[in-house]
């Protein structure tokens, strides 16, 4: 099995910055895509940013310029670099993997436990 585990969230004001960290462990092989996803009180989970194993990413309109998503394979750990924050932007940040198992052929997806952010206005 694999655990995602984060850290960084916190409070922020609005103009602020905040820089996520998820770092999975277990019987890993390879992380072939990490991303985060975020819940705002009474929404739906919504994607925020992914990243694949060749660095390739992409991210929401809502966060496009503002956020920068990163990885280190080496470390198994992916970082999400928040500036400019809003109050919209508060919630709680998921991080998300596809992980290959060793010794397995197919894929799983796995999440954290989340992370609180909270930017005040």
């Known amino acids: 099995q694999v655990q995602l585990v984060e850290s960084g969230g916190g409070l922020v004001q609005a103009g602020g910055r905040l820089r996520l960290s998820c770092a999975a462990s277990g019987s890993i092989s390879r992380i072939n895509a990490m991303g985060w996803y975020r819940q705002a009180p009474g929404k739906e989970r919504e994607w925020v940013a992914h990243?694949?194993?060749?660095?390739?990413?992409d991210y929401a309109d809502s966060v496009k310029g503002r956020f920068t998503i990163s990885r280190d394979n080496a470390k198994n750990t992916v970082y999400l670099e928040m500036n400019a924050m809003k109050p919209e932007d508060t919630g709680v940040y998921f991080c998300?993997?596809?992980?290959?198992?060793?010794?397995?052929?197919?894929?799983?997806?796995?999440w954290g436990q989340g992370t609180q952010v909270t930017v005040s206005s």
């Open positions: 990243i694949t194993h060749g660095d390739s990413t």
């Open positions: 998300n993997a596809v992980v290959s198992l060793k010794g397995l052929v197919l894929e799983y997806e796995y």
